[in-house]
């Protein structure tokens, strides 16, 4: 019997969350914020018009979307996220800098993480048998986000910009 391979970013997203499940709390955390900074970027590429001024935008030193709070805010502005996404995308953000600034004494338990995790909407089973914690609750919105933003890239191409020609010019 044929073996079916499974899609390219099902492969990608099981790969992630095998090492994603396996980390620490601050590797747990950098990863996700990783992985969502490279697909908002790949979104974003998938959008906008094949240029090299649109690569400018988003890669290299000085580039204006660089960031990942830039790469969130356009992604939304443009449409390519939804609301929702976009509000769990910047909780997580600000989890991922407290993580990533901090070297001592940060955990899910820290002030300012608990803080950001009672932001998040507990998408893990109904029934209380896993217990809800911060890590937990992190990880369930982690694991719902990126399967909801896993065809993302290839929906946006199918709408992708192209240059225009205006006829409205003189020359």
């Known amino acids: 019997m044929d073996r079916i391979e499974p899609e390219p970013e099902m492969k990608e997203l099981g790969e992630f969350l095998n090492s994603f499940n396996k980390e620490s709390d601050r590797g747990a955390v950098l990863l996700a914020g990783s992985i969502l900074d490279e697909w908002l970027l790949e979104i974003i590429e998938s959008y906008l018009i094949k ?44 989890i991922r800098n407290e993580f990533g ?8 338990e820290s002030t300012k993480i608990e803080k950001e995790c009672n932001k998040l909407d507990w998408l893990g089973p109904i029934d209380d048998s896993i ?41």
């Open 51 to 94: 240029d090299k001024v649109s690569k400018e935008l988003l890669l290299g030193f000085g580039a204006p979307l660089g960031t990942f709070s830039a790469k969130t805010k356009v992604a939304y502005s443009l449409g390519l996220i939804e609301k929702k996404e976009y509000e769990e995308i910047n909780i997580i953000r600000k």
């Open 131 to 171: 217990k809800r914690t911060n890590r937990s609750k992190f990880n369930f919105t982690i694991a719902i986000l990126l399967t909801d933003l896993l065809w993302r890239k290839r929906l946006v191409k199918k709408e992708q910009l192209v240059q225009r020609k205006w006829t409205n010019k003189t020359r």
């Open 101 to 108: 600034h901090s070297w001592k004494g940060v955990n899910f």
